[in-house]
């Protein structure tokens, strides 16, 4: 539909059961009430396969199903249309794939949910990848943040800006990406 809003949802791991998950539900019932507010229909979920254990879930189709609940508690009776990027593990991928949707999508204006802390550089990724105009909503998802994470993204924020001058630094990030969902899978 041509003119149309869609919404992006960044994804934060695959816990072993999302329906237990008190970050995700938090994180998405503000998602699904934004989105039931604005009339959105398009929705891509963002985030692929995180967690090692759980190697034929990803993060796209797990916040789908729970979305899906999330929507009926809050009884929204809309029809949506659910869009999963799930083969990707990196801001700059899910971005950059989610571009291509609402490029197809011929979407005018996105809406791009994300962690709180990483709102700063999601909305980089954002001007650098989306084909439409855009908001970056930051939503608290961690319960266990502490300066040190919050710190931590702040220094991602110049990562992101030297990945979008010098692009084939993203190889970098994607490999961190990768030794970090070793790490945290051994948790």
Known sequence: MKGQTIAIIMGYGVPPDILKDGNYKSYLTVVA?????????????????????????????????????????????????YLPISTTITSWENLEAAAKVADSQEASRAIVFCEKTRQSKVWLIAKACLPCEFEVQGID???????????????????????????????????????????????
């Not at 039931?36 to 398009?42: Q, V």
């Not at 994470?149 to 990768?178: C, G, H, N």
């Open 33 to 81: 009430k934004t989105i039931a507010d604005r009339l959105i229909h398009t929705i891509v979920l963002c985030g692929g396969r995180t967690n090692i254990h759980y190697p034929e879930k990803s993060e796209a189709d797990e916040m789908r199903g729970l979305l899906c609940r999330i929507f009926d508690s809050i009884s929204c009776v809309r029809a949506f249309i």
């Open 141 to 187: 998802f961690d319960a266990g943040r502490s300066p040190r994470k919050d710190l931590k993204q702040f220094a991602a924020i110049f990562m992101t800006v030297a990945e979008w001058l010098f692009p084939p630094l993203r190889r970098f990030s994607y490999r961190r990406q990768l030794r970090h969902i070793i790490r945290s899978s051994k948790k």
